[in-house]
């Protein structure tokens, strides 16, 4: 009995070379996504932010922005009745450094006036161990901190102290439910020095490998429609 050597048809043979050709190219789209992974990961920049309210000299205008580690936040000057406020950087030294009023007494934060930070950007990117410090606050004077979901607008009060820069301060957790904090002072004038935490948030490069992983998944879906 002869043994029969079993003869595929030719389009069966090219069928099976396009089966192993799409299973190695979605195998090297595999290993790619991998190694996507592990470079978004490493590309993550985790660590310390802080905002310093000195950092840009005067002329200021009603409204002044601070980016750090890619994150921007805006500062907005009101009198209590939501007119804009000229802002003022102080940097006199001490405990007298921070953002307070050109046409105000020691050109700082008083009773009839407030400062609104805008922190959408900062509250998107997960800040833990949140604090502030507020300078140039004397015996008798004292500070508040209000929660707002409206521009102009003191808002809910959040927290209210005397702590003096450099001496920082923790922001109750609820500060992140509203996309403004307004600062005031009930009694005699302070500054806005500094605020901070940490962050966890993806670098450029990371949006970059992502982009480049989308790029070859979509050139290899276009060969094989071709």
Partial sequence: MHNRILQLPT?????????????????LILIAGTLMGIGVISSAYAGPI????????????????YTQSGITITAYGFENNGTPFQLFEKTDGGDENGLGFKL???????????????????????????????GSVQSGESWTIYGSNT??????LLLSGNTDYPTSFTLPN??????FLSITA????????????????????????????????????????A
């Fill in 11 to 27: 389009v069966c043979l090219q069928t099976v070379r396009c089966v192993c050709t799409c299973l190695n190219e979605w195998r």
């Fill in 50 to 65: 802080l905002y310093d309210f000195t950092s840009v000299p005067n002329p200021l205008g009603t409204s002044q922005s």
């Fill in 104 to 134: 105000t007494s020691d050109n700082e934060i008083d009773s009839s006036n407030f400062i609104e930070l805008s922190l959408s950007q900062l509250w998107a990117a997960n800040p833990t161990n949140l604090s502030m410090s507020i």
């Fill in 151 to 156: 521009l102009g607008q003191l808002g809910t």
């Fill in 174 to 179: 609820s500060a992140i439910n509203f996309p």
């Fill in 186 to 225: 009930p009694t005699g004038n302070v500054l806005v020095s500094t605020l901070g935490g940490n962050i966890n948030v993806p670098e450029p490069v990371t949006m970059l490998i992502l982009g480049s992983g989308l790029a070859m998944a979509a050139a290899v879906k276009k060969r094989r429609a």
